[in-house]
């Protein structure tokens, strides 16, 4: 299996927020002609339109036994009990049509959800659709320390996988840990699936000191293809996932992943050196995932008002990052916050929200 895979997350969408369904199928079909296989979607994604969208454009259209597809069990986000639970399993076996599920995860694990899998039982309850032939891997994706980790794997031998968020600027961020997660599903013998690799794009469109060391040390390449060769180069990773939301993405992931060649120790020096560069910007880490936003009593667009603090910080553009605050913050803004805690808890970056939305108030007032 060749190691770029295709995220349906963030997919193309037309005027009206719908899935653009044809635009997807022609990346589906540059993705598998150009010999990739696996796509990842969740039960949550689009409250159902990404696992949807996966059959109409794949399922329906290749061969069961030509590609791989993933999907997620969420137990905090998408359900309330454990019966509710077990049957995000059926819907999504439903919505995807494909018989049988290739890679299932558990979905987001930390440790402030953590007592939702185990008490429902769901490990179990995945172990037991692997044994009857409907799960081919099973797997859960993590958002959390190393410790946590460590004593995961330890008390489920039995998963064959892990989810990791890896990418180069968070492989020694203490809140994320990347390289220690790494190292400890390297000692369990643990296969690693790659997500965020470009930290939610915002790899791809770096400060512009980072971007000029990427371009001078190799001038024909897209500064993103830095961070998925970084990833897909560690010896234990099966599979890095690109959250492609546009065929010109899908065609620049194609053109460096289709051969795939490591990084070399001079390009391992180069990347070093945007990591020493990155480690002085005072960024928010924010990848937009909005995992933050759906249970916010106030319904703060808390990824949108963190992006155009990112704007001013990276690119020194506050004219620019005004406006764009402006505009996502007509209706509600950090000043409406009732710092409930509730992002604070569902955020996977770990941010200190409450506290950054009140700095990004003060920068913008």
């Given amino acids: 299996m060749k190691k770029l895979g295709f995220g349906l997350m963030r997919l193309p969408q ?19 002609a150009a010999g990739f296989t696996y796509f990842d979607t969740a039960y949550v994604y689009g409250d159902g339109a990404s696992e949807k969208a996966a059959k109409t454009c794949l399922v329906d259209r290749y061969p069961r036994e ?9 137990g905090w ?19 995807l049509g494909c018989g049988y599920i290739d890679y299932y995860l558990l979905h987001a694990v930390k440790e402030d959800n953590l007592h939702f899998y185990n008490d429902w039982h769901l490990w179990d309850f995945i172990k037991e659709k ?37 990418n180069y600027a968070d492989w020694d961020n203490p809140a994320v840990s990347s390289r220690r997660n790494y190292e400890v599903c390297v000692k369990h013998h643990k296969k690693v699936i790659v997500m965020e690799p470009i930290k939610g794009g915002t790899l791809a469109t770096p400060a512009p000191s980072v971007a000029d060391v990427l371009k001078k040390a190799e001038p024909d390449m897209s500064v993103a ?20 939301s546009n065929q010109e993405q899908m065609d620049d992931n194609i053109s460096y992943m ?31 995932c909005h995992y933050c936003t759906p249970g916010c009593p106030v319904h703060m667009p808390i990824p ?7 704007r001013n910080i990276l690119f020194g553009n506050k004219e620019s990052a005004i406006k764009r605050y402006q505009r996502v913050t007509k209706e509600t803004g950090p000043e409406d916050c009732i710092a409930c805690g509730q992002c604070e808890t569902a955020c996977p970056q ?3 929200i409450i506290e950054q939305l009140k700095r990004t108030q003060e920068a913008f007032s």
């Avoid at 359900?79 to 077990?86: G, I, N, R």
């Avoid at 949108?304 to 990112?310: P, Q, S």
């Fill in 225 to 244: 293809s830095w961070a998925i060769r970084y990833v897909a180069s560690l010896e234990n990773v099966i599979v890095v996932l690109s959250g492609m």
């Fill in 14 to 32: 037309c005027a009206d927020g719908s899935i653009d369904l044809e635009q997807v199928k022609h990346m589906v079909d540059d993705f598998m």
């Fill in 258 to 288: 289709r051969d795939f060649v490591p990084l070399t120790a001079q390009e391992q020096e180069v990347i070093h050196q945007v990591q020493d560069i990155m480690a002085s910007l005072d960024q928010i880490p924010c990848t937009a």
């Fill in 66 to 74: 030509s590609y791989q597809i993933a999907t997620k069990l969420n």
């Fill in 350 to 352: 770990h941010i200190a």
């Fill in 130 to 166: 692997k044994a009857q032939g409907l799960i081919k891997h099973i797997g859960f994706s993590y958002h959390d320390q190393p410790e946590l980790l460590d004593q995961l794997l330890n008390e489920h031998p039995e998963v064959d996988f892990v989810q990791l968020q890896l």
């Fill in 304 to 310: 949108e008002i963190f992006e155009a603090m990112n």
């Fill in 77 to 95: 986000m998408g359900c309330h009990d454990e019966e509710s639970a077990k049957k995000e399993f059926e819907v999504s076996l439903e919505r």
